[in-house]
């Protein structure tokens, strides 16, 4: 244990600045995902506590951070209309909880070894690509749609496209000046000079651009104020009067639901979609893991599903491990679990003590954060080195990108999965079985590791271009598994071979001919 104390000290320094980014990145976060699932603004604030304070210790990950999700708004509204109550539908919340912990338990997180790696990488950048056209228009203050800035075209891809273009001729002065100053902070604090500085590796560049975005406004509210920013330009949270004030946020489940059937239809649909969305995200968190750690996937499901039980009793939104937060922790240097829970610290304090404070953050700092991390996840450099790696990579990381900017998250990955399967399977058919011509009448047929019936037809192929008057050697000695599909079109090729004076020899293969 006091390894474990002394290993979480050492990174101090890095995760509580990480923590404190990690907390403003998800702050409009938690209630823009509330706001468009028509739930009351508080419950994303209790998920994003629980995701901090509790999930961060019980998952096997050291960066992810969990939250309410995105991907969850459209099930989450649906169902609160539904069911015409958010305290029954909190049932709901609590019940996907309880079948996550089994998942967990019946070890269901081995799902995630089988989403292809392009497929994965397809995903951060379809998240960046998508960070970038979200956050532009807050950006440059064209604030028309503030639920979903997370992620997946939650309008419509057309939409989102049509408000970028729009963002372009309503912008507002204000929320440029901050946002381009913003960036260049950040664009700075990445520079050699800067990391090498000492003042500025006390404070991360994130920090900076939300105290000049403070700085900037206060000054010109008193100064200029058609270069500032107000209402909903601005971070705004419910505000709490007194501790006692703050307790009437929550809200509880009421249990007579349990007998409507519906309750555990909408309960197992948010179970394994948090689930895929948890796993599909704790891959590429590791991925982007600077120190390369794999996270246990079975302990995730179960740190999802006891997070999901507290929420739901607390009032809050079912939650996933979210890639955006998880990426603004990496990329403002987060290196344990202890910047996901300052995060949910951070949340708990602000809502209870710092509303006035928090509420002068102007959007447009948090948009030029959030579009440095975008830009991170879908750099150039990451397309040309799938495109290098050859098109069984390329193609399904390009497939996953437009899937997901046209569809959303998990219709993305699905259709990146079908086409990432394609190549593998096409991979080992070619390589299952190989033919070599030795000289004109000399022939070597190889059966490599595992032959299935997939590669039927592919044999029969091969064995068509044999020449009359030759001879073949079949050689299965390097074949760990063949098909009785592929041993029956052997033998079928045997019997019909002297018609063609074709001399077949066999190397550690049996075939009994009648």
């Known amino acids: 244990m006091h390894k474990h104390i002394d290993y979480y ?70 169902a609160i209309e539904q069911l015409g109550s958010f305290q029954g539908f909190l049932v709901c919340v ?52 503030f639920e979903g800035d997370e992620s997946y075209m939650q309008e419509t891809a057309a939409s989102s496209f049509n408000e970028l273009i729009l963002s372009f001729s309503a912008f507002s002065p204000g929320a440029t000046i901050i946002s381009a100053g913003a960036l260049l902070i950040l664009i700075l604090w990445e520079t050699a000079f800067f990391k090498r500085c000492k003042f500025a590796s006390l404070f991360p560049g994130a920090l900076v651009a939300v105290a000049w975005g403070i700085a900037y406004n206060s000054l010109a509210l008193h100064w200029m104020p058609d270069f500032a920013v107000t209402g909903k330009h601005l971070v705004t949270l419910p505000v709490a009067g007194s501790f006692n004030e703050f307790l009437d946020f929550f809200t509880f489940p009421d249990f007579s639901f349990i ?9 197992f649909t948010l179970a394994i979609i948090a689930s895929i969305e948890s796993l599909l995200c704790l891959e590429a968190v590791d991925k982007l893991d600077p120190l390369k750690r794999t996270a246990p996937t079975n302990r995730e499901l179960k740190a999802q599903g006891t997070g999901n039980i507290i929420s739901g ?28 829970f300052v995060h949910g610290i951070l949340l708990f304090i602000s809502v209870v003590y710092l509303t006035h404070y928090l509420n002068l953050i102007p959007l447009a700092c948090l948009a030029a954060i959030l579009l440095q991390t975008g830009f991170k996840l879908a750099k150039p450099q990451l397309f040309l080195s799938l495109y290098r790696q050859g098109m069984g990579q390329f193609l399904p990381f390009l497939v996953t990108i437009i899937a ?19 190549f593998v399977i096409k991979a080992n058919y070619q390589a299952s079985i ?32 044999i020449n009359e008057n030759s001879t073949v050697l079949i050689d299965a000695s390097k074949a760990q598994f063949i098909d009785h599909d ?16 074709i001399k077949v020899e066999l190397q550690e293969l049996s075939v009994n001919l009648p």
């Open 313 to 340: 009793l607390l009032g809050g939104l079912p939650m996933t491990t979210v890639i955006v937060r998880s990426s603004a922790n990496i990329n403002a240097g987060g290196r344990t679990r202890i910047a996901s």
């Open 486 to 501: 592929i041993i029956e079109t052997i033998q079928d090729f045997i019997q019909a071979a002297p018609d063609d004076n």
């Open 9 to 78: 000290l050492t990174h101090l320094k890095q995760d509580i600045p990480a923590g404190v980014v990690v907390f403003l990145v998800a702050l409009p976060l938690c209630l823009g995902i509330a706001l468009a699932s028509g739930a009351p603004l508080f419950s994303g604030i209790i998920a994003g506590m629980v995701g901090g304070i509790v999930v961060s210790w019980l998952s096997g990950s050291q960066l992810s951070v969990s939250g309410p999700a995105a991907g969850l708004t459209v099930i989450v509204y649906n």
């Open 94 to 145: 609590v019940l996907a909880g309880v079948i996550q912990l089994i998942l967990g338990f019946l070890k269901a997180g081995i799902i995630s070894a089988f989403f292809p790696s392009s497929v994965i990488k397809g995903m951060l950048a379809a998240i960046g690509l998508i960070l970038i056209i979200k956050q532009i228009p807050h950006a440059v203050g064209y604030d028309v749609s």
């Open 404 to 422: 997901i900017l046209l569809t959303d998250l998990l219709q993305g990955i699905l259709i990146g999965i079908c086409v990432g399967l394609f």
């Open 434 to 465: 190989s033919l070599h011509q030795k000289d004109e009448h000399h022939y070597v047929l190889s059966l490599n590791k595992d032959v299935s019936f997939l590669n039927k037809s592919l044999l029969r192929r091969f064995l068509s271009q």
């Open 259 to 267: 007998t409507n059937p519906e309750i555990y239809v909408i309960a």
